[in-house]
């Protein structure tokens, strides 16, 4: 009788760890991407007005587990014919960077990061990272941790900065940092359209690293483990063609 009961507990267990998994890979982020007409200048200032008009992601969860974060994080997205435009908005009471220089290992620290896949039938994907002394990381990886040797692949085109609110020293005192990527199309090389075209969907994750007050890995769409690259469970970046107005 018990090992019947013990059968049957671990069929509903398996069926609910089944079911919460289906219901995990149902959340997976959709964001519907508007156009922008005006020029976007990239100074980390989010003071364009396509940047109060189109909508934020949604919130960044615990990356390993999905679970709410306490530390506030914000991201917008719009594109031109040329560029995808990423601005992130971090609360941040204690902003902290030491590395300065392009390719450095900046996940170590607190950065800013987003992974772009440009069809889930070809494994490459590009990372950047951008921390909040200004530095990028730029990589293009052939697949899942396989890249390119980071200072190998420079987008010659990338445009990004950083503006803080606050002291990048690591004392507690400061109120946040925001940052502006404008990532080529071009470099997207395995896109079905570049342009992209109305309807065009990409997968796509944000994170975000920060080291103090306390360590934290957040994302827009959780992997559900300790990894960042985890492609098949990235959200997904849908190019609507509509004009952000
Ligand atoms: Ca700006
Ligand atoms: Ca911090
Ligand atoms: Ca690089």
Not at 83 to 98: E, I, K, L, Q
Not at 177 to 185: D, H, N, S, V
Request: with cysteine; glycine share 6%; net charge negative.
């Amino acid at each position: 009788m018990s090992r019947i009961l013990s059968t049957c507990w671990l069929l509903l267990l398996a069926a609910g760890l089944c079911s919460s998994a289906a219901a995990q890979a149902a959340q997976k982020p959709v964001y519907e991407a508007l156009k922008t007409g005006a020029a976007i200048q990239v100074d980390g200032r989010l003071d364009e007005p396509v940047w109060s008009v189109v909508p934020a992601v949604g919130p960044f969860r615990q990356n390993a587990n999905g679970q709410s974060s306490e530390l506030e994080t914000e991201a917008r997205i719009t594109y031109d014919d040329e560029f995808v435009y990423f601005a992130f908005r971090c609360s941040d009471p204690n902003v902290w960077s030491t590395r300065g220089k392009r390719d450095m290992h900046l996940w170590e620290e607190e950065v800013v990061e987003a992974f772009i896949q440009g069809s889930p039938a070809h494994p490459s994907y590009i990372e950047l990272e951008v921390n909040p002394l200004g530095a990028m990381l730029d990589i293009y990886l052939l697949d899942i941790r396989k890249p390119i040797p980071y200072e190998s692949w420079n987008s010659s085109r990338l445009k990004w900065a950083v503006q803080v609110d606050g002291t990048v020293d690591g004392n507690p005192g400061d109120k946040g940092w925001t940052c502006e990527i404008a990532l080529p199309i071009e470099d997207v090389v395995t896109a079905p359209n570049r342009p992209p075209k109305p309807g065009d969907r990409w997968r796509l994750n944000l994170y975000r690293g920060d080291s103090k007050p306390a360590r934290a890995g957040l994302a827009w769409s959780p992997t559900m483990r300790p990894d960042f690259h985890v492609p098949s469970m990235f959200g997904e970046l849908v190019f609507t063609g509509r004009m952000a107005k």
